[in-house]
């Protein structure tokens, strides 16, 4: 099977280059959009609103007012945070057109922002994508 390939590219060299190159440029252009549009993970935080640790001390929800500027509505951004590990905090709530928060911990896995249900550590809502 080796050798067939080997032949292929022998015989085609321009339209193996062109393969790379578009194969290059396609998961390029796949992780750019998911940074630019899918990603909650790179949004920053902005003004707390509420913080609640989960029954067991493990977790800390806290909530912040994210302000997008002039031309966009508020919206509020949850921030999970684990207490007793080095972990790096991760956003797991995201809703747009909103400027308050209630946090309330359902039990030690799972936490409701503002009627959303969110199972930890590996859960998060996003908005644009319910």
């Given amino acids: 099977m080796f050798k067939s390939v080997k032949a292929f590219i022998k015989r085609h060299p ?12 396609a ?18 935080p902005g003004e707390l609103l509420a913080e609640e640790v989960s029954p067991d001390g493990e977790y800390t929800v806290k909530t912040y007012l994210n ?8 919206a509020v951004l949850g921030v999970l945070h684990f207490n007793d590990s080095k972990k790096k905090p991760r956003n797991i709530y995201w809703q747009y057109e909103m400027e308050d928060s209630t946090v309330q911990w359902q039990d030690s896995d799972t936490v409701s922002i503002n009627g959303i249900i969110i199972d930890v550590p590996g859960g998060k809502y996003d908005y644009r994508h319910p």
């Fill in 67 to 74: 302000n997008g500027g002039a031309t966009v509505n508020y």
């Fill in 14 to 25: 321009v339209l193996t280059a062109i393969t790379i190159f578009l194969t290059v440029v």
């Fill in 27 to 44: 998961a390029l252009s796949g992780f750019v959009i998911h940074w630019a549009f899918y990603d909650i993970d790179r949004i920053e």
